[in-house]
């Protein structure tokens, strides 16, 4: 890839969402096909943003956001929430599980003890070792937000940032506002080439996700930016395959390598 350094960049990349599998204690229960686990999840995120040959450290799973949502803290369960660690219903509200079944207590608490706790242990792990000086938490998102979404039906841009973070009643930044807008300039400058997709190139802190992990991890002293690539610039007829869920890896590569020009570019004007 254009651009790599020998020396890998002290930056952590967080990835929560790009996984496709069911998690072995309740696979047969699931109502969702895996097209729907397919689409529910951030596709393509753990090819897009596997940046382990040139950051520091990169976290991600395996496991499905639909079982284990690794942005949700450990605490919002039912009745609690039905949108939180383990949902109910698909971002399009169908749903989840079989009729009359949801995982009881001592179900949810293996799959946390085995899926979700090693997954922020090890960001903490990897944090403490004060080697990383950038987190960017990577994620792919629909074009137009789906129903359960801070944007419901709402186009969206190529590229959404997000420095913005919940403190108790207060608002406080991950990252200063100029980071924000160099990221994004620096997206802006990747895709510019990026003739076929109409809507705008990039736009910060709208939407607002509130995801747990910037909420979590954002408030230290390493800045912070929660990166998402709009699925428009992948999943469509010219790369993706619906029935067998394929994508063209050239096309990946591609993009991969967009985005880490836009990252390397951004670090090297503000590190």
Known sequence: MKGAMDKKLPILIIIPHGGYNIPEEITGY????????????????????????????????????LFIDLDRS?????????????????????????EDFFPDEMAISNMLRRYYFPFHESIEKIMKSGKIRL?????????????????????????H?????????????????????????????????EKENTTEKARINNPLFNGHILNRFGSGQVPMIRLSVSRS?????????????????YRIKKLKALIWEGIERFYRKFF
């Open 135 to 159: 987190i960017i938490e990577c994620h792919t998102i629909f074009p137009v937000g789906p129903e359960l979404s801070p944007d419901p039906w709402m186009p969206r841009p190529i590229v």
């Open 30 to 65: 699931e109502a969702v096909d895996r097209h729907e686990v397919f689409m529910n999840s951030d596709v393509c995120a753990n090819d897009l943003f596997d940046f382990s040959a040139f950051a520091h450290a990169c976290v991600s799973t395996h496991i499905s956001r």
């Open 161 to 193: 940032l997000e420095n913005r973070i919940k403190e108790k009643e207060s608002e406080l930044l991950s990252c200063t506002m100029e980071m924000a807008r160099g990221l994004m300039e620096a997206m802006e400058k990747s895709f510019s080439g």
């Open 233 to 249: 610039l992948f999943l469509n007829e010219n790369y993706f395959n619906y029935e067998f869920l394929k994508i063209d890896e």
């Open 74 to 98: 450990y605490l919002e369960v039912p009745p609690v929430s039905n949108n939180g660690v383990i949902k109910k219903k698909t971002l399009n509200l169908k749903d989840v599980f079989s």
